[in-house]
Antibody
Framework: EVQLVESGGGLVQPGGSLRLSCAAS????????MHWVRQAPGKGLECVST????????IYGKSVKGRFTISRDNSKNTLYLQMDSLRLEDMAVYYC??????????WGQGALVIVSS | DIQMTQSPSSLSASVGDRVTITCRAS??????LGWYQQKPGKAPKRLIY???SLQSGVPSRFSGSGSGTEFTLTIGSLQPEDFATYYC?????????FGQGTKVEIK
């Protein structure tokens, strides 16, 4: 059974940093592109970042490019999202997501990031 | 980035109604489209993949159609558990993009 468990969310001041982790199990992480998707309170879904199975390719949404860094440690079955220079508009629930049959299919429970002074 | 225009943004319907939601892509995306249902406080759940393939375990009252730039999600007979927000997702070109969402409410 595929399981994705996010951790690392919390309260941070504007301009601060936070690192999210996603512990993955139940599938071969080496072969899997993985993603972070976020949802601001009361808003829609936004693709934040994507990483290839070997970590060699990364993609970022325009709103986070240059501030967020996606990475992975396949030996630890863990996906990361380093978030720097956080802004009020980055406040959201962040989901770790795995693709299947071409699109997002497996989602974690989400990690809440609150950006507030 | 590819823009996904979803309509309507909300709708009110009764149990048993047939409901249709549309997504239009700003450029052709073949059939690289999924439909998702989200209930408050929960992660989204995929209903349809590859524009028209029903996700395992999803009731057959849900169906998808379309290709290129125009896509439709249909709920054949709305059930009480279907009141939720629905999103389309294009996965043809990175960054993948969602529609704005359609909230289906009880009339």
């Amino acid at each position: 059974e595929v399981q994705l468990v996010e951790s690392g969310g919390g309260l941070v001041q504007p301009g601060g940093s936070l690192r999210l982790s996603c512990a993955a199990s139940g599938f071969n992480m080496y072969n899997s592109w993985m993603h972070w998707v976020r949802q601001a309170p009361g808003k829609g879904l936004e693709c934040v970042s994507t990483i290839s199975g070997d970590g060699g390719s990364t993609i970022y949404g325009k709103s986070v490019k240059g501030r967020f860094t996606i990475s992975r440690d396949n030996s630890k079955n863990t996906l990361y999202l380093q978030m720097d220079s956080l802004r009020l508009e980055d406040m959201a629930v962040y989901y770790c997501v795995l693709t299947d049959n071409g699109s997002f299919n497996f989602w974690g429970q989400g990690a809440l990031v609150i950006v507030s002074s | 980035d590819i823009q996904m225009t979803q309509s309507p943004s909300s709708l009110s319907a009764s149990v048993g109604d047939r409901v249709t939601i549309t997504c239009r892509a700003s450029q052709g995306i073949r059939n690289d489209l999924g439909w998702y249902q989200q209930k408050p406080g929960k992660a989204p759940k995929r209903l349809i993949y590859a524009a028209s393939s029903l996700q395992s375990g999803v009731p057959s009252r849900f169906s998808g159609s379309g290709s290129g730039t125009e896509f439709t999600l249909t709920i054949g007979s709305l059930q009480p558990e279907d009141f939720a927000t629905y999103y389309c997702l294009q996965h043809n070109i990175y960054p993948w993009t969602f529609g704005q969402g359609t909230k289906v409410e009880i009339k």
